[in-house]
């Protein structure tokens, strides 16, 4: 599978090897042509953060997961 380019709601991009479909996604081309997939709705971005490893994720988002996990939020 190629690599996906997504738009985290909070405006940070991750490249993942996830694909869009079945997501709620805003999809549009970027100035460099590349294709760039918008999560429009928390549902899509906690879907699409349950596929990819967390190494991937930025530090903050690491941090809130592990957070929840440990006050036993999902």
């Not at 479909?21 to 999560?39: M, R």
């Not at 490893?53 to 941090?63: E, F, N, Q, T």
Request: aromatic share 6%; proline share 4%.
């Amino acid at each position: 599978m190629k690599v996906a380019r997504f738009l985290l709601r909070d405006g940070n991009k991750v490249g993942a090897e996830v694909s869009p479909e079945g997501l709620e996604v805003f999809t549009y081309t970027d100035q460099k042509g590349h294709q760039v997939h918008a999560l429009a709705t928390v549902k899509a971005e906690k879907e699409f953060l349950k596929q990819i490893p967390s190494k991937l994720l930025p530090l903050y988002l690491r941090m809130e997961q592990a957070l929840a996990r440990t006050v036993g939020r999902s």
